[in-house]
């Protein structure tokens, strides 16, 4: 195909899971169920974490950090997947792509951080317990945090930065559901050498030291839970773990996945199918794997619903007794 070097191309064409017209109303709806559990389920964790002080430990604190960006993870591809689904249209516009793979990349990455912090947090908190609150103290906490987003931000800025200098051909089809760095920067026209050697740098980098990170101090953690003589304090050891270890491997696994598929078969409409399971699957399951096997999350809903129950009639009961207002029963009913 002849280059074409514009690069004011106004609009790229996603072709979605499937061209299939009949099943289109089918992936709407499961898209949409999973999207609507997805942001519930992370927003719940974040409201017991912020409500209940029992949950204001550095392991809730980025716990509430992860539900927040796997809320503005599939936030980021799934409405505007309803959308063309509901409109019967396949069209984004070159901005809203280039931002698309900006918030892509950052919550992407942005999750690997997260999960790499939690790591390093349950470390700590097994193999040198008597000075973790000395160690993982609130300051550290928001910096790691803090540093966290920044990297992230800046990462994401650049590769999306560098997409804006290369120019597309007339074939503006992406063969996925959303803006993909890599399918983007296969339509183009000009030389992507630059952007394919930061693509698999970052890749590699940000993908592969946390990964390396987390592998070592899961190592450290099994070694030290080895060396306990106690059964209890082992099994209370592995339980602190275990959710965090179940959805680390669910993201990294699938991630893996994807790339293994995509490289076996060459398929781009293969690998946007296995793309599903990182993008939206995994930031779907992750609540429920805090809630199910999480005695302080199952804890902390029983004591926010009863609270809630409370609440209610005590409320009903000044709203009908004017003459309570200003009492030392409404100053309970307030602190409740």
């Not at 999350?297 to 009863?306: D, E, N, Q, T, Y």
Request: aromatic share 12%; glycine share 4%; with cysteine.
């Amino acid at each position: 195909m002849e280059p074409h070097n514009d690069t004011q191309i106004s609009e790229f064409l996603l072709l979605g899971l499937s061209e299939e017209p009949e099943l289109q109303p089918l992936i709407f709806g499961l898209f949409l169920s999973m999207y609507l559990i997805t942001v519930f389920g992370n927003l719940v964790i974040i409201l017991l974490v912020s409500s209940d002080s029992h949950l204001h430990t550095p392991m809730y604190f980025f716990l509430s950090n992860l539900s927040f960006v796997d809320i503005c993870f599939t936030s980021t591809t799934i409405p505007k997947m309803l959308w063309n689904i509901k409109t019967q249209s396949k069209v984004i516009t070159y901005e809203g792509c280039i931002t698309q793979i900006y918030f892509f990349i950052l919550s992407a990455v942005l999750d690997i951080f997260l999960l790499t912090v939690m790591a390093y947090d349950r470390f700590v908190a097994i193999c040198h317990p008597l000075y973790y609150t000395v160690i993982m103290n609130p300051r550290l906490c928001v910096l790691l945090v803090l540093v966290s987003w920044v990297v992230c931000m800046l990462n994401s800025l650049l590769q999306s930065l560098m997409l804006l200098q290369l120019s597309f051909c007339t074939d503006v089809k992406i063969p996925h559901f959303f803006c993909d760095l890599s399918q983007i920067i296969q339509l183009a026209c000009s030389d992507t050498f630059l952007n394919n050697m930061v693509m698999y740098f970052a890749s590699v980098l940000w993908g592969g030291g946390p990964l390396a990170g987390i592998l070592y101090s899961y190592s450290k953690i099994v070694s030290s839970i080895h060396g306990m003589s106690s059964s209890q304090g082992k099994y209370k050891a592995f339980t602190t773990c275990a959710s965090h270890l179940l959805i680390v491997s669910l993201f990294f696994c699938t991630s893996l996945g994807v790339y293994l598929s995509s490289a076996a078969t060459h398929g781009s409409q293969s690998s946007a199918t296995a793309s599903v399971m990182y993008t939206v699957v995994t930031p779907m399951l992750n609540p429920f794997i805090y809630s199910l096997r999480n005695k302080d999350i199952k804890g902390a809903m029983k004591r926010f619903f009863v609270m809630e129950s409370l609440k209610r009639p005590m409320v009903l009961g000044l709203e009908r007794c004017p003459w309570l207002k200003g009492s030392k029963l409404q100053s309970v009913v307030v602190i409740l």
